[in-house]
């Protein structure tokens, strides 16, 4: 693990390994839980997360995945199916050339390292979310989400609020952590 990240690829690995850390800890009770995400349980929101991992990766290998984004991904073992899906996507971004490409998303082309950047804040905000609801909030990478936070907030940010993506800011507490502060931003309610 890379104690510095510092290209999107490098961060793209931190929050991999990251949520990998937070998912290695979630029992199949917690899967039942209440997402941040309105409307999903937390199975829905991993089942998303595995999905996208392994959708991108195909995208990246030129493969087909096999299956639609929100088809069930975890079957009997999400561990395993987390497990499985950062490594291809792991080794899927460190092939040469990943961000000289083109990578469809649900909404059209996109140039390899917007792409990187949309699939990052995936990676690292459903961990996130995940890692808060089941009281991992230790495992969070701080640093992580405030490099994030401080790229969003670089960004005209406003054709990524609307619904089935992110909603409005919210108000973050007060003496809020940097993990708090990107979820208020994305318009998770924190209360």
Do not use: K, Y
């Not at 039942?32 to 929101?45: A, I, K, Q, V």
């Not at 995945?65 to 499985?84: K, P, Q, S, V």
């Not at 990578?103 to 390292?113: D, M, N, S």
């Amino acid at each position: 693990m890379n104690p510095n990240p510092t290209t999107v690829i490098d961060r793209i690995d931190a929050a991999l390994d990251m949520t990998g850390a937070v998912v290695g800890g979630i029992t199949d009770a917690d899967l039942h839980r209440p997402s941040l995400c309105p409307g999903w349980d937390l199975r829905t929101e991993l089942n998303h997360l595995v999905g996208g991992l392994r959708i991108f990766a195909a995208e990246l290998t030129g493969i087909d995945a096999g299956r639609d984004h929100h088809d069930d991904w975890l079957e009997a073992d999400h561990r395993a199916a987390f497990a499985t899906a950062a490594d291809l996507d792991r080794a899927a971004w460190h092939r040469p050339g990943a961000l000289d490409t083109t990578i469809r998303l649900g909404f059209g082309p996109v140039p390899a390292p917007m792409a990187a950047l949309i699939h990052l804040t995936e990676i690292l905000v459903h961990g996130t979310d995940i890692a808060v609801v089941t009281g991992r909030q230790h495992l969070i990478d701080e640093d992580l989400c405030q490099q994030l936070l401080t790229t969003m907030r670089s960004m005209d940010f406003s054709a990524f609020r609307r619904p089935g993506m992110f909603a409005d800011e919210q108000p973050a507490p007060e003496n809020a952590s940097n993990h708090q502060r990107l979820l208020a931003f994305l318009g998770r309610h924190l209360d």
